[in-house]
């Protein structure tokens, strides 16, 4: 910093030597939307400004020429007035990572800067746009517990930069964690110090070399990583093509444009009248192809820090899901699935939000996947779910009915409510979870934990009150699950052990415990789940470094 220069609030708590620039067309990529709005509106107003050019009759007075060369000064001169705006935002955005936090700072005249703690950082993400893939550019998605508002992004960023930073942001929030539970020396640092991202791969080593002695430290980062399942191109299309909602939008959206084009042939009714209806219908398989292109070559992999997942076709993702932070699983098989062997795996993840741009489904972790690989997903998430026989309760929960292997079922009264349903809904609590089956065109089953209990609720409306029955909500961080028309006495039994349960309820699986788990898990299927109801609970938190009290 210039000597005698009075250091702002902006630029307070880093050195300016520790910030880092952002690639320079950052700022271009932030505001492109602005601009092109603006040029798509001087175009499509060109016609008209032409005929009041000739009509003001300025073309005959100064010449064609000239008055294209003034409109043309006047775009070239916007352009420039761009890019210098674009250049002294550039150079007054930055990131820095220190010991203690990511830094960012941006802005010209009204400045900010945001920090995120180290030991608070839960997943660092990498996402690649459409135009950022074509010139090489990326962004990194910071996610902070405490909220939505904590998370913020880094980028534009060189791809071979963007895993730099990455892995010097795990290793530096790893450290920082260990530090704060009094596992590692208040002067440790297993990061990259100060400079630019990816020149300081020796520090690294030697951080990594210092913590060494700490479990689960001694590997770096991207060592621990392995591919659970990956999902065919040719699976994701014929599961789209295979959902009830997917077939209805596809056959609406071909029967308006069928109708416009009868309605341009037999009616006399001009094309252009009919465009935005052909619009509109081809809209609707917009949803369809946007599920595809999300999801194409989704790739699950377990990985020190979690589960690490990569997708998309035009643009990608690589995002990092924190099994500490899944807060309950559900399983679904749409109705033509079944005969296909096919499921989809969704869960609730606590403290993350994707951008309001955003469209992906970050709540996936198995779009469509096999028997074997949904189990695959439950037990990376789920290793002991308290039961015996957990392949067995887990599959007679996705497509069973009745009161078998402990599930409590609707009464025969509720019928009148879940006509359909009422046969397959029903819950199970074990010493560890509580199990909830619901669905009859499209079957779901979901897990959720004592200890990731917020509150529950019992609820009794008077239709329900009428025929004797209730409902229990499970309330979770971010959403939550919920099962109605229990027997009134007995949903009123369940609500008093699930409160008594979660209660007393500390189940913990730290992160090393998890690694050493699922690192090995990952190539075995539901043989995990049969060896850990056969031998001495490998799956179990307590062979694995966690508590359950």
């Not at 951080?207 to 392995?226: H, T, Y």
């Not at 939000?353 to 074997?372: F, I, M, S």
Request: overall charge neutral; some cysteine.
């Amino acid at each position: 910093m210039a000597k005698g220069r009075k250091e702002t609030a902006v630029e307070s708590g880093v050195a300016e030597s520790e910030w880092r620039s952002l690639h320079p067309v950052t700022p271009l990529a932030k505001t492109w939307a602005v601009f092109a709005a603006f040029f798509a509106f001087i175009f499509y107003q060109f016609a008209d400004v032409l005929k009041e050019l000739t009509t003001l009759g300025l073309i005959e007075t100064y010449g064609p020429a000239v008055v294209f060369l003034v409109i043309a000064a006047g775009i070239l001169l916007i352009v420039v007035a761009a890019g210098i705006y674009s250049w002294i935002a550039w150079r007054k955005m930055g990131f820095a990572i220190t010991h203690d936090a990511v830094y960012y700072r941006e802005g010209i005249l009204f400045r900010s800067q945001r920090h995120a703690r180290l030991d608070r950082i839960q997943a660092v993400n990498i996402t690649h746009p459409l135009i950022g893939r074509i010139l090489g550019l990326g962004r990194i998605d910071i996610e902070v517990a405490g909220g939505t508002d904590s998370n913020f992004q880094l980028g534009l960023l060189k791809t071979q930069q963007l895993e730099d930073v990455r892995r010097e942001v795990l290793s530096e929030s790893r450290t920082a964690k260990l530090r704060k539970a009094g596992k590692l020396d208040a002067d440790a640092t297993g990061g990259v110090p100060g400079g630019e991202a990816g020149v300081a791969s020796t520090a690294l080593e030697d951080g990594q070399a210092r913590i060494g002695q700490v479990p689960g430290l001694c590997a770096s980062i991207d060592d621990l990583e392995q591919i659970i399942y990956k999902v065919p191109a040719g699976r994701l299309v014929a599961s789209l093509a295979l959902n009830m909602g997917i077939i209805f939008s596809i056959l609406v959206g071909l029967a308006i444009a069928a109708g416009s084009l009868v309605g341009t042939l037999l009616e006399g009714v001009s094309f252009a009248a009919m465009i935005p209806a052909v619009v509109g219908g081809l809209a609707l398989f917009a949803y369809p192809f946007n599920q595809f292109a999300n999801n194409f070559g989704f790739t699950a992999f377990v990985t020190h820090d979690g589960i690490r997942v990569r997708s998309g076709l035009l643009s990608t993702r690589a995002q990092t899901i924190p099994v500490q932070r899944i807060h309950a699983v559900t399983v679904s098989q749409p109705f033509f699935w079944r005969f296909f062997g096919w499921y989809r795996v969704k869960i609730i993840q606590a403290g993350f939000a994707a951008n309001a741009q955003d469209k992906v489904e970050h709540d996936l972790l198995l779009p469509v996947g096999t028997r074997e690989e949904m189990l695959q997903a439950l037990w990376m998430v789920y290793p002991d779910l308290g039961v015996s026989n957990p392949v067995e309760t887990i599959m007679y929960g996705i497509e069973g009915e009745g009161e078998m292997l402990g599930f409590s079922q609707n009464p025969q009264r509720s019928r009148l409510f879940d006509p359909l349903v009422w046969r397959r809904r029903s819950i199970k609590l074990t010493d560890v979870a509580i199990l909830l089956r619901d669905g009859f065109l499209t079957r779901s089953f979901s897990v959720l934990t004592y200890d990731r209990l917020q509150s529950t609720l019992i609820s009794q409306g008077p239709w329900d009150r009428k025929k004797d029955l209730a409902g229990i909500h499970f309330h979770l961080v971010e959403s939550g699950l919920y099962i109605e028309h229990l027997d009134t006495a007995l949903a009123s039994s369940l609500y008093t052990e699930i409160t008594r349960c979660a209660s007393i309820s500390r189940q913990k699986e730290s992160q090393e415990a998890w690694a050493a788990r699922a690192v090995p898990g990952a190539s075995q299927t539901h043989s995990a789940y049969e060896s850990s109801a056969a031998g001495g609970e490998p799956g179990s938190l307590e062979q694995n470094g966690g508590e359950h009290q």
